[in-house]
């Protein structure tokens, strides 16, 4: 079973840039909150799985720090089932430790287990050891619904 091309779009929205969905539930819709807050990039060093938090596999070097990424047109860009940050995002620096970075994820909280929403594997490793700042330009963390 799949979702409709725009109710996809729809879900990115709301999630991503805290867009109403008309026409779901009662007479107001599926509302956005109130206030449209943020969401939280992380690194990991394996697949989180369905199954996982934004804890799983994640970076643990010296300097790793979730980024924070608002909810909305500035922080994400939706076009039809397909959504990617619409500004670069850049991690603290490493100052201790190595990772191997194969996945990001997206989710609620700044810290702790949180809510993992999406994971996605990167196209390529990203090695990081002393000195080494971890950072997506926009357009690069891609997100899809299908």
């Known amino acids: 079973m799949s979702k409709s091309n725009t109710f996809e779009n729809e879900l990115l929205l709301l999630l991503l840039n805290n867009t109403n969905i008309a026409n779901v539930g009662d007479a107001t819709g599926l509302r956005g909150s109130s206030a449209a807050g943020v969401l939280y990039v992380s690194l990991h060093t394996a697949d989180p799985g369905e199954a996982g938090n934004q804890s799983t596999s994640e970076a643990d070097y010296t300097g790793y720090g979730r980024v ?30 190595t990772n ?45 619904e299908d």
């Open 68 to 97: 924070s990424v608002a909810r909305t047109s500035g922080g994400w860009t939706v076009t039809g089932n397909a959504a990617a940050n619409a500004a670069a995002i850049t991690f603290g620096a490493c100052t201790g430790g």
């Open 100 to 144: 191997a970075i194969t996945y990001f994820g997206i989710g609620t909280s700044e810290t702790g287990t949180g809510k993992l929403l999406y994971s996605g594997a990167l196209s390529a490793t990203l090695n990081v050891s002393n000195g080494i700042t971890p950072e997506f330009g926009a357009g690069e963390l891609d997100i899809t």
